[in-house]
């Protein structure tokens, strides 16, 4: 999605490569950033 304004992605896709682990706990940290930081944008 290059050239998309305001496009937000919070999932396992980000991550570059497979882990070997569950990623849930990183993508629930990942979520909860975004949505603080859209948050304070919003704020604004």
Sequence with gaps: MHGMANLHVAD???????????PTFTIVALSLRLADRLQALCAL
């Design 12 to 22: 396992g896709s980000v991550f570059p490569t497979g882990g070997w682990t569950f």
